[in-house]
């Protein structure tokens, strides 16, 4: 979890779940040194955090001032791709998670694997979301009116920066794609799988339709979006043939 020092009195939190499709985007929305906040004693007084950090976390700073921003990613893709991170990680964590046979089968009946989003933007438990479905969805909405400045789908990257740029005045800036798959993580799977891989992230889907219409109704209101969009897209193009990539 990374911190930007400053004096500033606003606190920021940039939240992302595990898996979300997107590498380090807190780069592009802070400048100056960063710090580890499980390390660092004077983590209180640092204005920005990023993190795989559950919705609740500006209860614990001293500050009437703290904002949530945030990516959310279509639920079937995101659980296709963390389980995929899984078979990549060493076998004594995959033999863990999953100690008979390692298979999407399997991976499907972990409970608190189920509606990964949902919990991270609900500030609910895992058996909460499951016991009131309801109430889950209602309260990641209600999370977001009060506190967040903004949430974006992550196929929508480009865009997403425009939107903050417009949120918070960040300075849009040139990124080059890296660990990205070159195949949907949902090819090589039957309908029939990826049907049931919905049922165990029906909440997740819920929130993410929310997201996308929210996105972009508050998207389509900034003045040239689109043209913004495009020119980020351009400049950008030109950086990265200027650097050979």
């Given amino acids: ?3 930007l020092a400053s004096d500033k009195n606003n606190r ?11 590498d380090k985007f807190e780069m592009r929305i802070k400048e100056g040194p960063s710090y580890n ?15 795989h ?8 700073f001293k500050s009437n001032q ?17 389980y995929k991170a899984l078979l990549r990680m060493p076998e004594t964590y995959q033999n863990f998670l999953l100690p ?3 298979t999407m089968e399997n991976f499907m009946t972990i409970e608190y694997l189920h509606n990964m989003q949902t919990f991270f933007l609900s500030g609910m438990s895992i058996n909460e979301i499951k016991k009131d479905k309801v109430k889950a969805y209602d309260k990641v909405v209600e999370n ?9 789908p992550t196929h929508l990257f480009d865009e997403g920066l425009i939107f903050f740029k417009h949120k918070i005045g960040i300075k849009p800036q040139s990124y080059s794609n890296r660990n990205v798959a070159r195949n949907n993580p949902n090819q090589v799977l039957s309908n029939e799988t990826l049907e049931k891989i919905a049922l165990v992230n029906d909440v997740d889907i819920k929130v993410y339709d929310y997201f ?14 689109n043209l913004q969009v495009r020119l980020l897209q351009a400049n950008n193009a030109i950086n990265r043939m200027l650097a050979g990539k």
């Fill in 144 to 152: 977001y009116e009060k506190h967040f400045v903004g949430i974006y």
């Fill in 37 to 51: 906040l499980e390390k660092n004693p004077n983590w209180q007084q640092y204005n920005f955090i990023g993190g």
């Fill in 12 to 22: 920021v939190g940039f939240f992302y779940p595990p898996k979300p499709e997107m």
């Fill in 66 to 82: 703290f904002k949530y921003l945030g990516v959310v990613r279509e639920p079937t893709g995101h659980f296709v791709s963390a």
């Fill in 100 to 102: 008979t046979e390692k």
């Fill in 212 to 225: 996308l219409k929210k996105f972009n109704a508050e998207f389509s209101a900034i003045p040239m979006a």
């Fill in 1 to 3: 979890m990374d911190v």
């Fill in 53 to 60: 950090f559950t919705f609740g976390i500006h209860d614990i």
